[in-house]
């Protein structure tokens, strides 16, 4: 049973860069055969997709966050990231960790989520 | 504002059926096969409930189901149960540049 982890600072300044890390467990990311994807939910609001990284390095990101964004995967420690820059109060949600099977298009197993405050 | 456009709610009482419309364009929904269905209790994360526009993955009850015309995809819970109670969000492929798109989410009250 694959099981993913959030974990990071849950609150961050504004202007800085907020950053998270997924574990991921019970798989390994170097299999292949997985995105591995990020994706938010603003407090009270519906989901957003952030991005996804594929173990070779190889990433995807929403168009609307693209200048922002930077995920990143270190098959070593079967871990992922997320990074994104210059953040305002607009970037405060649950930030998830999720796995997309290369077959579909579908997110099969989400992490429990993190929430994450930017304010001064 | 999403992408897909979903009913801000939807109610039913124990026993009944509702379904839950989630519409796109020919660029989504329309244009590819990839539509999933994830319903969120409060503080949860979201759970997997139909892909592939029609797909049930295991454990799921066939309570649930899903289709698509157009570009429009549905979700159908029958024999409404009190733990249906919940958010539910639509997802489809749109394309390689903008990936994933959701709907808004749906709040289902059962009575």
């Known amino acids: 049973q694959v099981q993913l982890q959030e974990s990071g600072p849950g609150l961050v300044k504004p202007s800085q860069t907020l950053s998270l890390t997924c574990t991921v467990s019970?798989?390994?990311?170097?299999?292949?055969?997985?995105?591995w994807s990020w994706i938010r939910q603003h407090p009270g609001k519906g989901l957003e997709w952030i991005g996804y990284?594929?173990?070779?390095?190889?990433?995807y990101y929403n168009p609307s966050l693209k200048s922002r964004v930077t995920i990143s995967v270190d098959t070593s420690k079967n871990q992922f990231s997320l990074k994104l820059s210059s953040v305002t109060a607009a970037d405060t949600a649950v930030y998830y960790c999720?796995?997309?099977?290369?077959?579909?298009?579908?997110?099969?197993?989400w992490g429990q989520g993190t929430l994450v405050t930017v304010s001064s | 504002q999403s992408a897909l456009t979903q009913p801000r709610s939807v109610s039913g009482s124990p026993g009944q059926s509702v379904t839950i419309s989630c519409t796109g364009t020919s660029s989504d929904v329309g244009g590819y096969n990839y539509v999933s269905w994830y319903q969120q209790h409060p503080g949860k994360a979201p759970k997997l409930m139909i892909y592939d526009v029609s797909k049930r993955p295991s454990g799921v009850p066939d309570r649930f189901s899903g289709s698509k015309s157009g570009n429009t995809a549905s979700l159908t819970i029958s024999g409404l149960q009190a733990e249906d109670e919940a958010d539910y969000y639509c997802?489809?492929?749109?394309?390689?540049?903008?990936?994933?798109?959701f709907g808004g989410g749906t709040k289902l009250t059962v009575l």
């Open positions: 997802c489809s492929y749109a394309g390689s540049y903008t990936s994933v798109v």
């Open positions: 019970g798989g390994s990311i170097s299999s292949g055969g997985y995105y």
């Open positions: 999720a796995r997309i099977p290369l077959t579909t298009v579908v997110i099969d197993y």
């Open positions: 990284i594929y173990y070779s390095g190889s990433t």
